[in-house]
């Protein structure tokens, strides 16, 4: 070791004394600011504003970073070429140009990592712990190759055999495995993420078919991503039809509901009966539709807790859907007056007061109806229109309720009570209307001594 660190700075020795370094090193500089000022000029059409969705400003913001060593690196690439046209040294190019490559490379790397995992809940712990360990092996690897230790590494990963069952298998080809599978799901992945994002601009395409049509896409692109990378390992891809039939019997006997859930929600979407934003009610859940995944649905109630409901919930029971065809639902309050009011004119009054209140649709008026003549009073009932079902229903109910009730106590207008009749009896004579109702059914003496007396009320 210490002579290779020897080799090395004689090497750096011999290349600072070459007579072409300062025309290298101007040209090394040159190349670093054209890079940054066109990495400037073209940082302009990848800006977003802060009214761009999340996953745009990540993707956008994170490529922005790229175009610099992009630039720089390509910009090096050439100027090398033309010096060795024309038979001038190349040393300093030759060891910025690796350096400049590796800083291109993590960045990149970076860049397509968070489109593809930072898109909805930004970087994570473990993200950024992957992004700084693979910043180390690229630094490491950076420096095997100037030390010229990148030949020796590859001979001992090709010599170095595993024995897999009958075959043996070099860590060489095992690592190559591993890079191809793993760059070939990120790519599908990047392009599916990608991609998403194109169909969810598509306003003329209704959510639920962009939705459907984005995710049969990904799923596609990472069957094809895993084909593939198997073929590049060199695995054969008839072996899959035993995990094929493996797989079937699974779904068959065991993932059946998982199964179902899938199969539930692309229906779901393909039909359109549910989308982003409606406010609707399946067995006991009751809430906003925040998120339509492949397995699962999300609904916010209005208490602001998620709750994340199986997609076969929606196929196998009835579905109240309060936006699905428009967003007007109709709400009702009941009231009941006393029988010598005026009940014209207090149907009229509620029907004003009722207008009033905020969120209370006034294209569709509320009404006021004579439900009933009970025995107690006037039933009246308070129909009224809102068009914003996923703001609440108890809130404006209760606004309704309060300024009825206000109307009410200005006009001295009694809401009617229930009439009881309570009287006062001694003991005696609850002692014979008991014994009356006895000898009405005919029962012995004997069991009617018996029987305990009756408390007083």
Known sequence: MPDIFTDLLNDLLNSLRAPGLPAQVGLLLLCVGLGWLLARLLRRSFSVSTAQPPAMQIGLGSFSKVLTPII??????????????????????????????????????FYVLRRVFARNSGVGTFLLLFEKSFGVLVWIGLLLYITGWWPDLFDYLDSTVLPIGRYKVSLLAIMQALVSVLVTLVIALWAGAALEERLMRVNTVHSSVRTVVARMARAFLILVAV???LSLVGIDLTVLSVFGGALGVALGLGLQKIASSYVSGFVILLERSLAIGDMVGVSTFYGKVVQINSRYTVLQGLDGVDTVVPNEVFMINSVQNYSLTNRILRLATHVTIEHQDDVESILLLLEQVTVEVDRVSREILPQALLMKIGPDGLELEVGFWITDPENGRLNVLSDVNRAIWRVLQSRQIKVAQVKRDIRMVSEGELHKSNFDAYSQQDLPLDRLRDSPKPKNI
Do not use: H
């Open 227 to 229: 084909l593939l990378s």
């Open 72 to 109: 720089t690196l390509l910009l090096l690439i050439l100027v090398k070429l033309a010096l060795q046209k024309w038979q001038q040294p190349v040393n300093v190019m030759r060891l910025m140009i690796p350096l400049v490559a590796s800083l291109a490379l993590m960045r990149f790397v």
